[in-house]
């Protein structure tokens, strides 16, 4: 008996949440922010307990799957009629990344840093910082790229051109402190490495929050201090 209990609840609330889904939209699958994270945490406790509980009678699930929809429905219609609830809602896109420059204030604020900030680029194809002309942290956690001109996608066969070689960025100094081993890795020491620094005005490794050396390109310095410019070195 009390299997039949469970899977009635089971079967009931299956086909609640996939009516729910149906009602609400794509949106909460293709657009998942942590609102909407959290939000599918609670639901799936409440009906876990609702399930499992003997307690708890059947009704109950149809009962929550309403409440529960109905304020994610409120929710989604609210911020589809006011800018001002959207905002309040799904959050706002920050910029990480402007005319090729780190926003460091607002890498902050997104709770994000420099090797966080490297791995959602790798993720969309963008290897290096310096290919990067905006970058903006969307409200779901993804990242949105625009490239610089030189780096945007073209085909040699646009140009005629025969293929050539291509270099991994190797990233040799992060959060100040330098990576001997990728240091290594292209046959190069510390004294070259500060040698490179001092044409830009470094002379301390600790002065530098991120530096990348790309085989073709040279090397890319991120200073710590906010208000002074990154640097681009010609391979030597």
């Keep these: 008996m009390e299997l039949i209990q469970i899977s009635s609840k089971l079967v009931l609330g299956f086909f609640l949440l996939f009516l729910l889904v149906r009602i609400i939209g794509k949106k909460l699958i293709d657009q998942f922010t942590p609102f909407h994270f959290i939000s599918a945490i609670v639901l799936s406790e409440l009906l876990g307990n609702a399930v499992y509980q003997k307690t708890i009678p059947i009704t109950h ?3 929550t799957i309403l409440i529960w929809g109905g304020l ?5 219609y609210l911020s589809q009629k006011s800018l001002l609830l959207r905002s309040s809602f799904e959050g706002k896109p920050s910029m990480v990344i402007r005319n090729g420059q780190i926003d460091f204030e607002q890498l902050k604020k997104s709770r994000m840093n420099i090797n966080q900030l490297q791995s959602l680029l790798r993720q969309s194809e963008t290897f290096s910082i310096r290919e990067v002309a905006f970058a903006f942290i969307e409200s779901n956690g993804s990242i949105s790229v625009l490239k610089k001109s030189p780096y945007q996608k073209t085909t040699l066969q646009d140009f005629n051109m025969p293929p050539h070689h291509v ?6 100094i992060r959060d100040g402190e330098l990576i001997k081993a ?3 890795e292209i046959n190069k020491d510390d004294q070259w490495l500060r040698n490179q620094l001092l044409p830009i005005g470094i002379s301390r490794i600790e002065d530098v929050l991120f530096a990348e050396w790309l085989e073709n390109d040279g090397l890319f310095v991120v200073p710590h201090n906010p208000h002074q410019h990154h640097g681009s070195l010609k391979p030597k």
Aim: charged share 10%.
């Design 72 to 76: 994610l429905f409120s929710v989604e």
């Design 167 to 172: 270099y991994l960025p190797i990233t040799l």
């Design 182 to 184: 990728n240091l290594k």
């Design 61 to 63: 699930i149809p009962f």
